[in-house]
């Protein structure tokens, strides 16, 4: 697949419910192709379809750091900005991938132990890192490591980024920084989001700042960020249904748009509007110019349509052929 936005498609494990239930496996990773195993689905069965990474439902969440978010995590701390967005249907592994357990750690804590690792071995420059933990629910932004501060507000700093008063964290060393995750997880509205039926776009931002030591580095500081995005998950009927129905999640829809924007040749992009979400008018800066971006699709492998359907979305979002 070729896209300015790198792919990789995760098939989770079978849960212990559906091994109980001796549910078939529906989808495999063949020959680094997604492929069906049901004839019905026409050309996912004759040849599968490619993308950037494809991992089987053995794959640990280490594995995926290291294919996928590593060389993001090395980039930022040269100076780019980068977001890893994972997607994905309701319970298809997205939380676990993002954040794992205790013997399979996710990509939260994979990044954070690693990325102090990777500053260390910048020996000319001086870092200073701080993080903060947004969440974005029905258009509402609330800070995650302050149960006070909700419905926050998007404003321009005096250099025209795009900015949001939350609170942030200086963090010196992976304990401080995974300290900071995990009250930050601790204060996820989960309970509140299912009452309403919403979910709920979680966002760790890692903002990296550098200065030279050397005598002729001028004292130039450099600045980037690092976001690491839990997307909401979504069910086949919601995406049936019209924007103007106010089904469709605001920030994912715009999302996709944009990300099918990005997927197309330069020459025939269409404007695009990062102002029509909160999520993205947030990212702004780390979904253009030079940033590096990844989307992690985590999928069910027991689950034939609805996981066709997430494969068919992720292709037509990304401009590939099936």
Not at 8 to 27: A, C, F, V, Y
Not at 29 to 37: M, P
Request: glycine share 4%.
């Amino acid at each position: 697949m070729s896209s300015d936005v790198k792919v990789g498609i995760k098939l989770r494990p079978p849960t212990q419910q559906e091994l109980d239930e001796n549910l078939s496996m529906q989808w495999v990773v063949k020959e680094n192709s997604i492929v069906s195993l049901e004839q019905k689905t026409s050309k996912w069965h004759d040849n599968g379809v490619h993308f950037d990474y494809n991992f089987d439902v053995n794959t640990k969440n280490s594995k995926v750091f290291d294919s996928i978010v590593k060389p993001i995590v090395d980039a930022t701390v040269n100076g780019f900005n980068g977001t890893v967005f994972c997607y994905g249907q309701f319970n298809s592994g997205k939380t676990y991938t993002m954040i794992g357990t205790s013997e399979d750690p996710g990509i939260l804590p994979l990044t954070v132990e690693y990325i102090f690792d990777a500053i260390s071995n910048v020996i000319q420059r001086e870092f200073l890192l701080r993080v903060s933990y947004l969440e974005i629910c029905d258009e509402k932004i609330n800070d995650l490591l302050d149960k006070n501060q909700i419905d926050l507000k998007l404003y321009k700093d005096n250099n025209g980024q795009i900015i949001v008063n939350c609170t942030e964290k200086i963090t010196n060393s992976s304990n401080d920084m995974l300290s900071v995750m995990k009250k930050g997880i601790k204060n996820e509205r989960i309970e509140e989001n299912k009452n309403k039926h919403i979910g709920s776009h979680n966002i760790f931002q890692i903002i990296i700042e550098s200065q030279g030591i050397e005598e002729d580095s001028k004292n130039i500081v450099q600045l980037s960020q690092l976001n690491l995005v839990d997307l909401a998950g979504f069910t086949k009927a919601q995406w049936t249904e019209t924007i103007e129905e106010h089904q469709t999640d605001i920030s994912l829809f715009t999302l996709e748009s944009i990300i099918t924007q990005m997927s197309k040749s330069q020459n025939i992009q269409e404007h695009i509007d990062y102002h029509n979400s909160k999520l993205t008018e947030l990212l702004q800066s780390s979904l253009s110019g030079n940033a590096l971006i990844a989307v992690i699709c985590t999928v069910t492998p027991v689950i034939l349509e609805e996981t066709y359907y997430t494969l068919s979305l992720v292709c037509y979002f990304l401009q590939c052929n099936l």
